[in-house]
């Protein structure tokens, strides 16, 4: 089968953000014609009441006069040429023009925050960010697989800004950031995405695309900026799971597989489903741990260690089950993978 990469659509991000409903160009367009028809509201009730304002230097007022005057009173410029002199005048401009006047200002400072500070301070603050994450883990696509993910990981106790979600849309980001999880608007398959949630200095990557061919490229792109990083990938189609590893995956997760498994271990036993779900489950009464094993159980048969039930021994790229003659003796560097008590068990042992 060919794999043909597939690209999510681009966006325009290198920080965290939401996209506004409306493109820039609309909302200064919709900016500056609010300013103008407030400016305008003022000019016709300026020019209205004209008879209740005064010039200093030739007693006349004109309709240029008016909307001088006008223009410097809602700027706040005021150079006391032209005045209110009548009450109905004052009053005007202390209970009308005084709101728009600072309305006017607001207006003016929001559109120079939002096309120039707010981008100087999201960039700050995404350095502040990028600068914070070392061995954390990164998660692409916060969809059914990658959301369901990043709660298990909360679950078993890894602190949110240690999670880092990057998809392209913005209703995945707004559940993660909801969760506590930095996030990032951008697409995986390309390096500078990648280079801003520090790729190189992350625990793990987490790939869940939504697309089995989108995933491989991502897994391709990440494998080649950080050569040593674990990276487990889920794909949907089993003829995808070799490209994947080809691509640089370390742990291949096929959900359908998955799931065939549960089923068939079911008609040995109804409770063997059952103890695989608490296996993978954080909450269930036991849970799977790997580790690497200690200076004390050196030399020890894997049956022997005291922290729970040992079921493989990973040594130099090999799996060792509890029945081989290898795991009769533990080595330096072994990675052992064991049964422990798991969270809902030490709580109901240990009721609060």
Not at 164 to 175: I, Q, R, S, W
């Amino acid at each position: 089968m060919r794999i043909v990469p597939v690209r999510p659509p681009s966006s325009a991000a290198g920080f965290l953000r939401r996209r506004s409903s409306l493109p820039i160009w609309a909302d200064l367009v919709w900016r500056v014609a609010l300013v103008f028809g407030l400016i305008g509201l003022v000019l016709l009730i300026h020019w209205i009441g004209r008879d209740g304002l005064k010039d200093n230097l030739d007693n006349r007022i004109s309709f240029v006069d008016v909307l001088y005057f006008t223009t410097v009173t809602v700027t706040t410029v005021g150079y006391g040429d032209i005045v209110p002199v009548s009450p109905e005048a004052r009053l005007f401009e202390a209970l009308l023009v005084t709101p728009i006047r600072l309305f006017v200002w607001l207006i003016f400072l929001g559109t120079a925050y939002n096309l120039f500070f707010r981008n100087i301070l999201y960039r700050w603050r995404m350095a502040r960010i990028q600068a914070d994450l070392h061995n954390h883990i990164v998660v692409t696509g916060f969809g059914t697989s990658g959301g369901e993910a990043v709660r298990e990981l909360l679950a078993r106790g890894v602190d949110p800004r240690e999670i880092v979600v990057v998809d392209p849309v913005e209703k995945a980001l707004a559940e993660a950031e909801a969760l506590g999880c930095n996030v990032l608007c951008g697409d995986s398959t390309r390096d500078r995405t990648l280079n801003d949630v520090a790729i190189h200095r992350a625990r793990t990557l987490i790939v869940s695309a939504g697309r089995d061919d989108t995933s491989i490229l991502i897994t391709l792109t990440a494998r080649h900026l950080a050569p040593r990083l674990p990276i487990s990938i889920v794909v949907r189609n089993e003829d995808n799971e070799l490209p994947a590893r080809q691509a640089g995956a370390t742990t291949v997760i096929n959900p359908v597989s998955f799931a065939g498994l549960l089923l068939a271990g079911s008609t040995d036993g109804k409770h063997i489903a059952d103890y695989m779900s608490d296996l993978a489950a954080s909450g269930g009464q036991v849970k799977l741990h790997e580790r690497f094993v200690l200076p004390a159980e050196i030399g020890k048969p894997l049956s022997a260690i005291a922290t729970g039930l040992g079921v493989r021994i990973h040594r130099q790229e090999r799996a060792i089950g509890f029945w081989e003659e290898d795991a009769a003796k533990l080595q330096t560097g072994d990675l052992i993978i064991e049964i422990v008590q798991g969270d809902a068990a030490g709580e109901a042992r240990n009721p609060a």
